[in-house]
């Protein structure tokens, strides 16, 4: 599994100091910072379970259909990221948490942007 967009894209349950509590309108799935409370939820939380296995959901599609845009030569799909190496889903998880949580402005932004611009800055293609 790549970095989703390479992204995906478990070593820790990673939680946030601050992260939202999740809501049904959360898994909306809207926002950066919608994705970071739901991956960093604790898994033993009475919706722990469901907004986790919807992070790494959301996480493994995009991977998934990311590596579908660039194994198909009808499209002219640059990769994004590079990571070099295969990324596990925690590993994935726990960076994207980690990086939106200390980028500028990364929490308010639109969630498929945001993994977007998370997986260039962690993974950058040279």
Do not use: H
């Not at 599994?1 to 100091?17: D, E, N």
């Not at 992070?55 to 070099?84: H, M, N, T």
């Not at 980028?103 to 962690?122: F, V």
């Amino acid at each position: 599994m790549r970095f989703g967009v390479s992204l995906a894209v478990a070593i820790l349950a990673t939680t946030s100091a601050g992260a939202a509590e999740v809501t049904k309108e959360t898994f909306e799935a809207q926002t950066v910072g919608d994705i970071v409370a739901l991956c960093s939820e604790p898994e033993e939380s009475d919706i722990g379970k469901y907004a986790v296995g919807f992070c790494f959901g959301w996480l493994r599609g995009i991977d998934q259909f990311y590596d579908a845009l660039l194994a198909d030569e009808r499209f002219d799909v640059k990769p994004v990221s590079c990571p070099g190496r295969e990324v596990s889903p925690g590993e994935t998880r726990q960076l994207f948490v980690e990086w939106a949580n200390g980028a500028d402005g990364a929490l308010e932004m639109a969630a498929l942007p945001g993994l977007i611009r998370a997986a260039k800055e962690l993974f950058p293609c040279s």
